[in-house]
T-cell receptor, first 115, second 117 residues
Framework: KAGVTQTPRYLIKTRGQQVTLSCSPI?????VSWYQQTPGQGLQFLFE???????NKGNFPGRFSGRQFSNSRSEMNVSTLELGDSALYLC??????????????FGQGTRLTVV | AQKITQTQPGMFVQEKEAVTLDCTYD???????LFWYKQPSSGEMIFLIY??????QNATEGRYSLNFQKARKSANLVISASQLGDSAMYFC??????????????FGQGTELSVKP
């Protein structure tokens, strides 16, 4: 079956612009989590969506937001981009959000460069 | 507070030899899961292996095994018979089950493994 699909793979944006990233989870998976990866901070949790509801949120400013659709696809939006938002954004797909989770599969990521 | 510690920023191993990547963790949650991921230069995070805190046996998946020492709070990844394609960053991650009601993973800083021919 198809894996986790993230689009686009690469993005170049200008400071002050906004950007929307997309993540399609594995079929049947209802939980989508987003992570930011930078050389300095490593992998940091942004937020998680399950059944169209945000379940968890990391320590990121309100410029970072997301949503999930009824088909479990999720989008992440960053407004008023800053140079420090340049990063690899990864999404992870899991069957459920609570209880025993033994697998979490990631997409290939979207590499965002802010100039 | 840092909850996942990977003390080896980089490691070298000879092809066909075994290698151990260290991971220690800190949690007061009695129920948790530990994950290992491989990240090649392409950026994709590839799931390798999972160990639950209540699992009695060490997890194994092909050439990957997890040396789980609960009392020492360590979850080292062992890769047997290293291959050139194993060269990548390796991340240890933890998910707390009771204190974290969602799917949030906490990651270590990673170990860069280089396999030499």
């Amino acid at each position: 079956k198809a894996g986790v699909t993230q689009t686009p793979r690469y993005l170049i944006k200008t400071r002050g612009q906004q950007v929307t990233l997309s993540c399609s989870p594995i079929s049947g998976h209802r939980s989508v989590s987003w992570y930011q990866q930078t050389p300095g901070q490593g992998l940091q949790f942004l937020f998680e969506y399950f059944s169209e509801t945000q379940r968890n949120k990391g320590n990121f400013p309100g410029r970072f937001s997301g949503r999930q659709f009824s088909n479990s696809r999720s989008e992440m939006n960053v407004s008023t981009l800053e140079l420090g938002d340049s990063a690899l954004y990864l999404c992870a797909s899991s069957l459920r959000t609570g209880g025993l989770i033994t697998e979490a599969f990631f997409g290939q990521g979207t590499r965002l460069t802010v100039v | 507070a840092q909850k996942i510690t990977q003390t080896q920023p980089g490691m070298f191993v000879q092809e066909k030899e075994a290698v151990t990547l260290d991971c220690t963790y800190d949690t007061s949650d009695p129920s948790y899961g530990l994950f290992w991921y491989k990240q090649p230069s392409s950026g994709e995070m590839i799931f390798l292996i999972y160990q639950g805190s209540y699992d009695q046996q060490n997890a194994t998946e092909g050439r990957y095994s997890l040396n789980f020492q609960k009392a020492r709070k360590s979850a080292n990844l062992v890769i047997s018979a290293s291959q050139l394609g194993d060269s990548a960053m390796y991340f240890c991650a933890m998910r707390e089950t009771l204190y974290n009601q969602g799917g949030k993973l906490i990651f270590g800083q990673g170990t860069e493994l280089s396999v030499k021919p």
